[in-house]
């Protein structure tokens, strides 16, 4: 028998079969993390209720409960009566358990924060490299050419990410380099862009830090510069690719097997000459919907997910898709996979997990013409690069091939547009008839400052977390 005002497992899916579709509708808009915690808020707050409604007894190992006027003798009972007749009253005191956990939860972290030594301030000058011998203009300067775009990751344990962080914002700063630098306690991932002369001495400050251990070819490399991007961004964040589930409980050191371009090749070959290719392994795109849609390999599985923070969302929604098969996954340049491979091998369903080292940058190096066809999207103001010549979407409007990318027209929309040159000519420019719309009004009225980017026609009516299944 269960412990008093506990609700017995076999009633436990009796007392969510029964719940009504507010509550479902509630819990399904909630993270992977934020309904664990919905979920143990109700648990709670239904063996409080029940316990509330109990009788004492004066005969030892009897237990009775009145509610509603009537009197139950077995656990059962009541947890039934609860279930089927208090859901709204559960409801209620759930959310509001579920408010005071999630206030006390951000209370206590904000203590801990401030309750943290500051670290001692460490000299950073010796991570920056000489450049007296190097002319401004060599730094900042494009006239002699194309400058360089970096892509690169590094997982490690990194003691003083605040400390990283300055030396990564005064680094980028004296070389004259834009793009997006994220530090963590895991590690650090960056994309930055300048000249070729900034790009080499980057790479080389990073090569040398004693922390990160890098090698060159662990940089993947692209035509652009400075340019590429508005701004430069440097922070610290709990993870240096925001999957939105904590490193502590799924680390990068349970990723999968690593293959080299070359090996994952050979493995995309022989399931493209077998056929037949989800019936023991699943080629895994793992990157979000606007990036495979312009460019996968062949035959991949795709999931059509916004970001990266819904794909472990999407893995637990279709978990049989995965059973005792063999995965390969793939993303831009590796870090993704790091992450979503060791989420994928935790929940212990796949005979084998393999991701392609470097991603689809490094593949594409070694086989420009290979398996990988359309452009490879990036995460700068060019959008994408190709190596191939194939076209593999259509224009939204008129679904003639293209796959150039622009930024929706209006001011507060945030969206990716594939629009062709013919129907921008007409005014076609917003990703979404919606958009199109407001976008008119907004033009015929009165200039108004730039508003934030809102939920429109493209996003409201996708599903968050699409089934495969």
Known sequence: MASDGAPCTEFMDLELDTSTSTRLKLESQLSVTLRKYYSFCRRKTFAAFVASKRKDSQKEGLASWCCCGQNFSEHSAIHKHVARTHDTEIQQLTQSDYESLLNQLEEEAETQQLNEKEPDPVDISSWIPNTSHISEEQLKSTTQGPGKVLLYYCYCQVQDPHTICTWQKTLCEKLHLTGKVRVAAEGINGTVGGTNVATELYIEAMCSHPL????????????????????????????????????????????????????????????????????????????????????????????????????????????????????????????????????????????????????????????????YRGKLFVFDERYAISSNNDIISDCRYCSSPWDQYELCSTQFCCQLVLSCLSCRQNGLTACCPTCQTKGKTHSEGSPTAPQHKEECECTDGRPRIPRDV
């Open 212 to 371: 990160f251990k890098m090698d060159k070819e662990d940089f993947k490399t692209s035509d652009g510069g400075a340019e590429c991007f508005s701004d430069l961004r440097v922070g610290v964040y709990k993870e240096i690719v925001p999957m939105g589930v904590d490193p502590g409980l799924i680390s990068y050191q349970l990723a999968g097997t690593h293959l080299e371009p070359e090996e994952f090749h050979k493995e995309v070959e022989a399931l493209l000459t077998k056929g037949n290719l989800c019936d023991d392994t699943i080629l895994l795109d793992c990157r979000n919907f606007y990036e495979s849609k312009i460019g996968q390999f062949t035959q991949c599985l795709a999931p059509n997910i916004r970001k990266f923070s819904y794909f472990p969302d999407y893995v637990d929604q279709n978990i049989e898709l995965f059973r005792d098969k063999k995965v390969l996954m793939y993303c831009t340049g590796g870090i993704r996979c790091e992450r979503g491979s060791a989420y994928l091998r935790s929940k212990d369903v796949c005979k084998e997990v393999y991701q392609l080292k470097g991603g689809i940058h490094k593949y594409l190096e070694r086989f420009p013409e290979g398996f």
